[in-house]
């Protein structure tokens, strides 16, 4: 479940729907009443804050990582006023929990009033707070630009170079959705208070702010797994109907299916196990030959990313080995533990395990003549290069693309730099 997303829907079917249950922004209003909808809020609620402390675990690990790339009081001081909206929306969990199961009135109404008096006293700046930390106003520290930040240089590097994939916009996925959940509940509590005090206009006018700033905030968002997300608006007519607009909002996420090595990105399931033939019409001419794959998929079912892609010649394929901490050469080639840890995906594993490789024909090199020649590296053994024919061997194919600065302007956003 998205909180946030589910919340501001919630919120806004409150507006527009009738009477006769309780709904999102009305449980204030509405404590201690005979009315229908209590146990189905109070589970939602419960579900929310499940969700919300699962997520809290996947932030804690990008902490101390977050130290590093800035200095400790410009994240604190980014930081410190967000954590105090979250301690405040702990103790409101608690205290909303309670309304909707106490059974004696005066009970109701005094837990109903310590919320009110919460909100009134930590909440009525909740809005601009919230946005205020997330976006970075005043060339203040943004807290979404710092956890893409830390991120991609933190988790990425693993030996000499960049791999950023799914694990990575995930992280930044998690971070994005915690702290995006726990703004939802700031300005669900804070609709709560002005429903309660009868300013119906003023919430909707919280609301529409709440999710104008979402919309900013998205724009900030890169390099995360979710391409889009459901943003509303309210408005009300001189009877005061409401009605909601539902707008979709696309955001730089991360491509499916992608891993990004140094200047390439290379897809995470590799192809085959396949023969020499099916490699070398991928390789094609002139050198080296692209081939437009949106509309691709081999014949496992496996995806590739929404590029051009290429196939790997011996110096590429070689310099991506080498960046994900490989050995080649020497005793023999040793591969498969690195492509794994990566986060490459063999789509059919077979071994012993083979990566096939085209190189430029060289006539010097003696052999067959052509503009082509390929070979394919064996994990736990030596190359193989510069043949015709292997006695139908198989191997699996690595697809890359390489970035352009648009492109990875499109993903990374700068947090990469």
Known sequence: MDVAVYVGEKLAGGFVGGAGSMAFGEILSLAGADISGKAEINAKLDEIIDQINQLQQSVNKLTDFLGKQLSQLEYDLALQPVLKMIDTNTTLAR??????????????????????????????GAVET????????????????????????????????????????????????????????????????????????????????????????????????????????????????????AEQVSVASFPVNSIVV????????????????????????PYPEGFDNINYKWTNGGDIPPYPMYVPDLPTIKDV???????????????????????????SPSQPFRIWFFEKHQVSDGGPSGPYLCGYFIDNDNWCRNAQDWSGATAEIMLYHHLTPAERQKIFGGIDR
């Open 95 to 124: 205290l909303f929990n309670d309304t909707l199961s106490m059974k004696a009135p005066a009970d109701i109404a005094r837990v109903v009033d310590e919320a009110v008096e919460l909100i009134d006293r930590e909440y009525l």
């Open 130 to 245: 919230w946005n205020n930390a997330l976006v970075g106003v005043a060339n203040k520290t943004s807290l979404i630009k710092s956890w893409g930040v830390s991120v991609y240089k933190n988790h990425s590097s693993v030996f000499t170079g960049s791999i950023f994939g799914l694990n990575e916009a995930q992280a930044i996925q998690s971070q994005w959705d915690y702290f995006d959940a726990q703004q939802a509940l700031s300005v669900m509590y804070l609709i709560e208070y002005q429903n309660k005090k009868g300013l119906k206009p003023t919430a909707m006018r919280i609301f529409n702010d709440w999710q104008n700033n979402r919309k900013v905030q998205l724009s900030l968002l890169y390099a995360n797994i979710t391409p889009s997300y459901n943003v509303y608006s309210l408005s009300s007519d001189s009877s005061s109907k409401y009605t909601m607009k």
């Open 262 to 285: 140094g200047d390439l990105l290379w897809s995470r399931n590799l192809i085959g196990p396949s023969l020499q033939g099916t490699f070398m019409k991928l390789s094609g001419d």
């Open 321 to 347: 080995f080498w960046r994900i901490g490989a050995k080649i050469g020497g005793d023999g080639d040793h591969f498969e533990g690195a492509i794994a840890a990566a986060g490459f995906k063999r789509t």
